[in-house]
């Protein structure tokens, strides 16, 4: 089992990986510069020097999605060599603007990217000074654009906080459920440990070789909590119903308490009997702890279980004990139900 202390880190933005596709696929709109350069009327190693530069703008821009790459250095590359084509396209340079706002928004870290797109949103406003060359509805391309890329860097922080919420949601459940768990290994076997060294102290002068006998069951006892505690951290404890059904009345016995099974392992449902063996384990080390009874029924069905005692009675509120059963129960969709049976207690787990 992995817990989730071992679970996989938060995924990496995705832009951080694949964006390097991303932006290669769109360089196909620096045809529009290059065509700029060729049109051009300037000397051959003007229209060269250009090119050089529209060059060095496509690799930068790559580059500024790769992992390995430092956003700030290819935004302040390709700011200088989109610039460095101006004498030669004029106007033209605005054709790079998009591709500056869109790696803004993906790419840089928080606060500073809002900053960023801002101020590119605010360049197709120079359409409105009139100037020469200038589209004039510049910020029909641009503002969409932005928009875009705003929307995926959002959605990417959301599923990275999502992913993180879900991860911790995940420790917090381990970690009842270790809690749970070795509360009730610990609670169970314990319990029977206390029962058996009590039954021993008083047989060591009236029977040796029984106190022998319960001593030595203590040791198997003590072995036996010691495995399931470890295999309960190790996530591989499972009730078993069947064992948990052959060793209550042992337990009670050992209590001086009486036990009435009616039904078998096999009356009930094959998907809730690890289920079922929990409950009945904590039910058992609950009569022996606390209701000093004389005698113990437990019923088996196809809906679940019943166990009822006739003892002093059911009190105060609940302790982790029965908190953790009746979170498993309702974690299957059933429900337990903890009544007076005149005299003594009647729990009851009713399963879907």
Known sequence: MTSACDADPLPDNPWEKWG?????????FLAFPVIGVAESEVPVVAKVAAWLCILGFAVANVHGYSRR??????????????????PVIGIGVISFTPYLAILSALELPAPAWKWAVGFWAVVPLLSLLGIDGFPTYFFLMLWPIMVGGVMLRIFGEREQLAYAARGEHALVAERERVARDVHDVLGHSLTALSVKAELAARLIDLDPARAKDELESIQATARQALAEVRATVGGLRAGNLEAELAAAPLVLADAGIATQVDGSVADTDPRHRALLAWVLRESVTNVVRHARAGSVVIELGPRGICVTDDGAGCSGSEGNGLRGMRER????????????????????????
Do not use: D, H, Q, Y
Not at 69 to 86: K, S
């Open 20 to 28: 390097w596709a991303f932006a290669s696929i769109w360089l196909v």
């Open 69 to 86: 790459g430092n956003t700030w250095l290819a935004l302040a590359l390709m700011l200088v060599l989109g610039l460095a084509t101006a």
């Open 329 to 352: 129960v309702s974690g299957v969709g059933g429900t337990l139900a903890i009544s007076p049976a005149s005299p003594g207690t009647r729990v009851e787990v009713a399963l879907p």
